[in-house]
């Protein structure tokens, strides 16, 4: 008797006697599988009391009237159990685990379970449209991710992971205000990690890039202690020095060490070392970087004209201080005095004069000896 290609259902031959045995039999087959609902899964022997209508799917190595029907759906219908061949895609709905059930890769699965794992999908959008650029698109408030502890077969650790297939890509986050950039991070452009910052979205400045090789960090401009800076400086931070340090360095060693290096165009021009039970503030001064050599003349003339005072700052009145005036150094050792009378900045704010005492050292050496050659020449004559 010929038959449908997909539920097997008989069809009624031209002049057939009895037509309603034949469609009666078709529709019995429709009941069973049509908004098919089954007893039990993976069931070996029939029960002993079927009801008109009960359905199971049969398991591996089945017994009884389910013998040689091992996965086949058996139905009980018109007290007699009647057999078929699941085909890929089925849906039916178990009773025993309350649950849909679909039929995919010759077994049973728990719709649920396809659910819970998808492979290759092109998109997902969650509360918002993906589309060819966000293939994964997110609109929402709050989201949540848990580490699976080892009681639920996880390790406790959660760890999420960009990749990037080679070194001058790019894998961030991006941070934006109104679809404008604001703020980057991650690696940009190569293999260090940068923390980019943009008041517009267009012009971007790196505030932190951390090497991989050496884990150096490069900062440009540190700022602690106020919204806005305060001077022209890459580092700059306020505090309040009572009961604090500004800048603390510890050497758990016991060598002479170099706390602060000081470089220009890559060479060593100043340090700031730690000796045994002391600070050496240092000036580079190898022979090796010096030209034109000449002895120090007149000296004692010139020391002279330094001017020491006493005196009190504008800010610390009441605090007297022996010092001299940088303008005034300036006219006798330019070399100690950083800055010009009366400066002024682009705003028309002051910029002060800076003294370094220590470039008085060599006039003060070249005058003593000064002094001592014609002591020297007196207590001879």
Not at 26 to 37: E, F, I, T
Not at 236 to 242: I, Q
Not at 250 to 275: M, Q, Y
Request: charged share 15%; glycine share 10%; with cysteine.
């Amino acid at each position: 008797m010929a038959q449908t290609a997909r539920l097997g259902l008989a069809l009624m031959a031209a002049a057939q006697a009895q037509k309603h045995v034949t469609h009666n039999d078709a529709l019995l087959s429709l009941d069973a599988l049509v908004q098919a609902v089954v007893v039990e899964t993976d069931r070996l022997a029939p029960p002993t009391a079927p009801q008109e209508g009960d359905a199971y799917l049969i398991g591996a190595s089945p017994t009884g009237a389910f013998t040689g029907q091992a996965g086949m759906l058996a139905a009980y219908l018109t007290g007699s159990w009647r057999f078929f061949q699941p085909q890929t895609g089925w849906l039916v709905f178990a009773k025993n685990r309350n649950a849909l059930m679909v039929l995919s890769g010759g077994s049973w699965h728990l719709l649920d379970d396809l659910a819970q794992s998808f492979a290759n999908l092109k998109s997902l959008g969650i509360g918002t449209a993906a589309d060819t650029t966000n293939r994964l698109a997110v609109k929402t408030n709050a989201a949540l991710f848990v580490a699976a502890s080892a009681a639920e077969g996880g390790s406790g650790d959660l760890r999420v992971a960009f990749n990037k297939p080679l070194a001058g890509g790019t894998v961030s986050h991006l941070f934006q205000t109104n679809w404008s950039g604001r703020t980057e991070l991650g690696l940009t452009g190569d293999d260090q990690f940068h923390i980019k910052v943009s008041p517009d979205g267009s012009i971007w400045t790196e505030a932190l890039v951390c090497s991989p090789a050496t884990g150096t960090v490069r900062m440009d401009r540190v700022l602690t202690g106020r919204a806005t800076p305060r001077v022209n400086a890459c580092y700059e931070a306020e505090f309040l020095g009572v009961g604090k340090q500004g800048l603390a360095l510890n050497d758990t060693g016991t060598e002479t060490s170099t706390a602060i290096s000081f470089s220009r165009g890559g060479v060593l021009i100043g340090s700031v070392g730690l000796a045994t039970a002391g600070v050496s503030f240092n000036t580079t001064s190898d022979y090796r970087l010096k030209t034109a050599l000449e002895p120090l003349s007149l000296a004692a003339e010139r020391l002279k004209q330094l001017n020491p005072l006493r005196y009190e700052f504008v800010s610390h009145q009441g605090q007297g201080l022996d010092g001299f005036l940088a303008h005034e150094v300036a006219e006798v050792v330019p070399e100690a005095v950083t800055g010009a009378k009366d400066g002024i900045d682009g705003q028309g704010l002051p910029v002060w004069q800076q003294l370094d005492q220590t470039r008085l050292i060599p006039l003060l050496v070249a005058a003593l000896q000064e002094a001592l050659a014609r002591i020297e020449s007196l207590e001879a004559a």
